[in-house]
């Protein structure tokens, strides 16, 4: 069973390692569900590092960088160049728990802001680009996650900007029909299965909700912000 404490604390060592570097704190920007969960008060736990690489011609460097500060959380039990990211698995409690470390090669023009954490400034997604990233995902990804569709009506439910063109820009559809879609979709999504991949990131309050409300408010959600 994971311990919610210590992933967390890990985590934020890590990004402060990784941002104290003068070489790596310009080109990475950080992005995801834990990026949300410490800045903008997510209501469930994330467990992954996600980042922009910002600058590909230091892709190398980043790597070779990267490798070295989490050779001091752990065993390195992953390490992979792959074609569109830059991929580590650290084991920091022998046989137990892990993090996962991941830096995206795609181009981006995501726009990011700083903020600080703990006394160490953070190039952060601004909300923006993190709700039309998380549409986005809810369509492209072959097997629909739970935790798209929690984060979701979690941004829907804090007013967080969603700018229409940069998404009708990025996925080539019309807004409303894109936000039809995803409605679509999400009504195939069984009560019985919306805790899969989640509910162990939630606490008991929230699980009960989540079974019960998180599809009907989402899908509130996408039809009231796709009227014209």
Known sequence: MLDTTKHKTILIRILR?????P???PVLGF?????VF???NLPRMSVDLDFDLLDINKKDAVFK???????KFGTLTEVRDKKYTLFWLVS???GLQHAKIEISKRPSESEYEIKNLLGTNIQVMNQSFMFIHKLIALLDRKRLANRD????WYFFSQNWPLNRKVLEKNTNMDFSKYLQTCIEKIEKVEARNI???LGELLDNKMKYWVKNKLKEELIFFLRASSQP
């Open 195 to 197: 805790l899969d991949g």
């Open 23 to 25: 070489e790596l704190a």
């Open 31 to 35: 992005k995801g569900g834990t990026a």
């Open 38 to 40: 410490l800045f903008y």
């Open 92 to 94: 920091y409690e022998k």
């Open 149 to 152: 569709l929690f984060d979701l």
């Open 65 to 71: 960088k990267v490798t070295a500060i989490l050779n």
């Open 17 to 21: 390692e990784i941002y104290s570097h």
